[in-house]
């Protein structure tokens, strides 16, 4: 097992969910609401910066999505991606649990806990439906920028604009999580459970699907 990989993986996890989470409970402790402009920028550069400060130790997975995703393509093994998924679970919640000592408990609960959800009037199967299709897209971007053995220079950043765009999209309809681990450290820490079927199932069908068509067809192995 490479420690190096796991650690990386754990403060990478770490650092998306405490700025994701935080720049929720900030943005309503000052302005009274969250505003989707600001959530979106500051998930795409936190992602875009821990995918340039420890990609080239552990590939910057922070998703089990994407580790799933590179399990099936047979770009990491299954020992490796138990590993990365444990750890990348486990920084989310610990980064969640710190979040509660650094806010107001009404302001955590007001955004419940920057945990995604449906909005109202988004039914399962829909909010499922988008889940998929964002972590579709984000996985590809992964696959043609870090993966690819063609790909341009700059791929944190090009990871980050997908992050971002991603959000942009789905934001007001599902929280656009694209990422199991994002969605379970703050349920856990008081966001609650409700819908964490689709908030796994969504991420990893999507993540999959982009794996096995820029695999499969794009790909030079």
């Given at each position: 097992?490479?420690?190096k990989?796991?650690?990386a993986e754990?403060?990478?996890?770490?650092?998306l969910?405490?700025?994701?989470?935080?720049?929720?409970?900030?943005?309503?402790?000052?302005?009274?609401?969250?505003?989707?402009?600001?959530?979106?920028?500051?998930?795409?550069?936190?992602?875009?910066?821990?995918?340039?400060a420890v990609?080239?130790?552990?590939?910057?997975?922070?998703?089990?999505a994407?580790?799933?995703?590179?399990?099936?393509?047979?770009?990491i093994?299954?020992?490796?991606a138990v590993g990365?998924?444990?750890?990348?679970?486990?920084?989310?919640?610990?980064?969640?649990?710190?979040?509660?000592?650094?806010?107001?408990?009404?302001?955590?609960?007001?955004v419940?806990?920057?945990?995604?959800a449906?909005?109202?009037?988004?039914?399962?199967?829909?909010?499922?439906?988008?889940?998929?299709?964002?972590?579709?897209?984000?996985?590809?971007?992964?696959?043609?920028v870090?993966?690819?053995?063609?790909?341009?220079?700059?791929?944190?950043?090009?990871?980050?604009f997908?992050?971002?765009?991603?959000i942009?999209?789905?934001?007001?309809?599902?929280g656009a999580?694209?990422?199991?681990?994002?969605?379970?450290?703050?349920?856990?820490?008081?966001?609650?459970?409700?819908?964490?079927?689709?908030?796994?199932?969504?991420?990893?069908?999507?993540?999959?699907?982009?794996?096995?068509?820029?695999?499969?067809?794009?790909?030079?192995?």
């Amino acid at each position: 097992m490479n420690v190096k990989a796991l650690i990386a993986e754990f403060i990478g996890t770490f650092a998306l969910v405490f700025v994701a989470v935080s720049v929720s409970a900030t943005d309503y402790a000052v302005n009274g609401a969250t505003g989707l402009l600001g959530i979106a920028f500051a998930n795409g550069l936190i992602i875009a910066t821990m995918v340039a400060a420890v990609g080239a130790i552990s590939g910057a997975h922070f998703n089990p999505a994407v580790t799933v995703s590179m399990l099936c393509t047979r770009m990491i093994d299954s020992r490796h991606a138990v590993g990365y998924i444990l750890s990348q679970c486990a920084a989310a919640v610990a980064a969640a649990c710190l979040v509660k000592f650094c806010y107001p408990a009404d302001v955590l609960v007001a955004v419940r806990m920057g945990t995604p959800a449906l909005a109202q009037g988004v039914a399962p199967a829909m909010g499922l439906l988008i889940e998929i299709a964002l972590t579709f897209i984000l996985v590809f971007v992964i696959f043609g920028v870090a993966v690819d053995k063609r790909a341009p220079q700059g791929a944190p950043l090009y990871i980050g604009f997908a992050v971002l765009l991603d959000i942009l999209v789905g934001g007001p309809l599902t929280g656009a999580a694209m990422n199991p681990a994002r969605y379970l450290g703050p349920a856990i820490m008081g966001g609650g459970l409700q819908d964490v079927w689709l908030y796994w199932l969504g991420p990893l069908l999507g993540g999959m699907a982009a794996a096995f068509v820029y695999s499969g067809a794009l790909l030079e192995h």
